[in-house]
């Protein structure tokens, strides 16, 4: 009898015949003709884990790769740097002074800490269940950090979501690891390794030597597995990868936007390095539209000149622009906080596993909590959060953007003191950091 994997223990993640839904919904958000496979779709993802689901999938695959575009799809979406940039508009920005350099990228490493510790604590949690805990626990709206102290017996019952388990700002003495920021830190060590011209390959790699198969998510995990396995960038971003377009690079992109302060193009560029191992159009461009956001913010606190110096560095034809497009107009025209929110939730189910992981809703969440939250760091990372999907990535990069712009004093003391300059990592060999030695570090890889 021939070998074969224990299908049944493998996670999910590294086993496509599980995310067969994922896998078509994202394709046909692609513009990809798969209308002809909806029902077996639907009945290959019902089979059980076996070699039968995985030989269904891999024919299923082979017709994702070989599907033709839909003639009415009307974007236009590359993955290839060229194409891409040749699809940018400019956006011209003012530049302002603000607090000196150091101090804005000690701001940034800060305020991306705090924003993923406020929203770490409630990460997969939908809103049906957050916002009655928040008003249970006297935090709504969101203005503080949520505590282990805040979680009662009585209030742990009222709840699916599984409150006693999670991390709290007042369970340690610093900032537990967490994926949001092992790539800030390993994306250090990367450019210490490396230098300013390193590969996709190099990102690969780096991946391979820093941390665990355990510490990379959805796309991340396709994507480990690929390297393994032989696919080199970019076939490793699209060897059965249903999470292709998911929020996962979003998440990484911020330290190419601090190592190049008042160059949006060249953090997006070296951005892009760095999505094209694990994901394709805008996937990629959420990367790109936070690392540029970023070195935009290095030079002025305008809060539309932030987000339209991120959105000049993606396909104007593409998804994410239009998204993010029509909230930054939105703003502009009068459209209230709950309005913009209410639309977000209309446009992307939460209760998906693809609405709520997407990068385009999340995108859009960022940039509302940017607006609306008018420059305020607590203000803004609150609503991030408070808005439900992917609470600690989007809480940490809007905590980012702010700590970039408006520097580390920015930061209320209420949210930094917690923490005590300490974040830990799933990293090898760099079990916690000092957050101001890594802002340190930083403005050594500053040409």
Request: with cysteine.
């Amino acid at each position: 009898m021939p070998l074969k994997p224990q299908y049944e223990t493998m996670h999910d993640w590294e086993f496509y015949g599980s995310n067969l839904m994922t896998e078509y919904t994202q394709s046909v958000e692609e513009g990809l003709d798969l209308s002809a496979y909806k029902d077996l779709f639907t009945a290959v993802s019902r089979l059980p884990k076996g070699e039968e689901k995985k030989q269904f999938a891999d024919l299923l695959f082979h017709a994702v790769q070989n599907a033709a575009m839909r003639a009415d799809f009307p974007y236009n979406e590359p993955s290839d740097l060229a194409a891409i940039q040749a699809l940018r508009r400019p956006h011209d920005y003012e530049k302002k002074a603000g607090a000196p350099p150091a101090d804005r990228i000690h701001g940034a490493w800060l305020g991306r800490v705090c924003g993923c510790m406020l929203g770490k604590t409630v990460e997969g949690i939908r809103t049906d269940e957050l916002l009655p805990f928040l008003k249970d626990t006297g935090n709504f709206p969101l203005h503080r950090y949520i505590r282990r102290r805040d979680v009662t017996e009585e209030i742990a019952a009222k709840y699916t979501y599984p409150f006693k388990n999670r991390c709290y700002v007042d369970d340690g003495d610093g900032m537990p690891a967490d994926d949001d920021t092992n790539y800030t830190v390993m994306y250090q060590q990367m450019i210490e390794r490396y230098g300013r011209d390193f590969t996709s390959l190099d990102v690969s790699r780096t991946w391979l030597w820093y941390q665990p198969k355990d510490a990379y998510c959805t796309a991340e995990r396709v994507a480990f597995c690929n390297f393994v396995n032989g696919y080199e960038p970019p076939a490793s971003a699209v060897y059965q990868n249903p999470f292709r377009e998911w929020i996962g690079a979003q998440i990484r992109g911020d330290y190419f936007g601090y190592i190049n302060p008042g160059n949006p193009a060249l953090a997006a560029e070296m951005a892009w390095r760095d999505a094209a191992v694990s994901h394709v159009k805008n996937g990629i461009y959420g990367e790109m539209f936070v690392a540029a956001m970023l070195a935009v913010a290095a030079e002025t606190d305008t809060i539309e000149d932030i987000i339209g110096g991120g959105l000049a560095e993606i396909p104007h034809t593409s998804r994410l622009h239009e998204a993010v497009s029509e909230v930054l107009a939105g703003y502009r025209s009068g459209v209230s906080q709950e309005d913009c929110f209410r639309r977000i939730h209309e446009q992307w189910d939460e209760y998906t596993d693809h609405g709520w992981c997407h990068t385009i809703s999340n995108a859009m969440i960022v940039a509302a909590a940017l607006l609306y939250g008018k420059g305020d760091f607590e203000r803004s990372v609150c609503m991030a959060v408070e808005t439900g999907f992917d609470t600690d990535c989007n809480g940490a990069t809007v905590g980012s953007v702010l700590g970039m712009a408006n520097g580390v004093a920015s930061i209320p003391a209420a949210w930094s003191e917690p923490l005590g300059d300490t974040l830990y990592t799933e990293i090898f060999g760099i079990s916690k950091v000092k957050i101001s030695e890594c802002a340190a570090l930083t403005m050594k890889h500053i040409p």
